[in-house]
């Protein structure tokens, strides 16, 4: 996010089933950052850790920081990086949405763009 824009592509393969999932509901994802490949991403479910870091930052509507682990978490050390913003969803169609970060002063174009595509 220092050096300027960031745009993140998702993209899962296309199925050819009856039966299709909704584009949020897909497992396995490649990832690319500015047009960069980065490996895979999946899909999983937030256990307890995840929902006490939520849980940490849930007043708060937007900005960056660092939480100290151990007041989270009894059993980590160390400091977690977070970020909170709002976001515009825009879906071009099944299998494509994309989520722009909107800036709170409202100057300017998005920072973060994530697109999610099934190719």
Not at 50 to 75: C, Q, R
Request: proline share 4%.
């Amino acid at each position: 996010m220092a050096s300027g824009v960031v745009r993140m592509a998702l993209e899962c393969d296309h199925k050819v089933v009856k039966k299709r999932t909704k584009l949020l509901q897909e497992q396995i994802w490649r990832t690319y950052c500015n047009g960069k490949k980065y490996g895979y991403a999946t899909k999983c479910e937030c256990g307890p850790e995840e929902w006490s870091i939520l849980n940490a930052v849930g007043p708060i509507t937007n900005g960056a920081g660092v939480l100290p682990l151990n007041k989270i978490d009894a059993v980590s050390e160390g400091e977690l990086m977070y970020m909170r913003a709002k976001f515009e969803r825009v879906v071009g169609s099944r299998d494509s949405e994309a989520f722009y970060m909107i800036n709170p002063d409202g100057k300017g174009g998005p920072q973060l763009s994530i697109f999610l595509l099934r190719v």
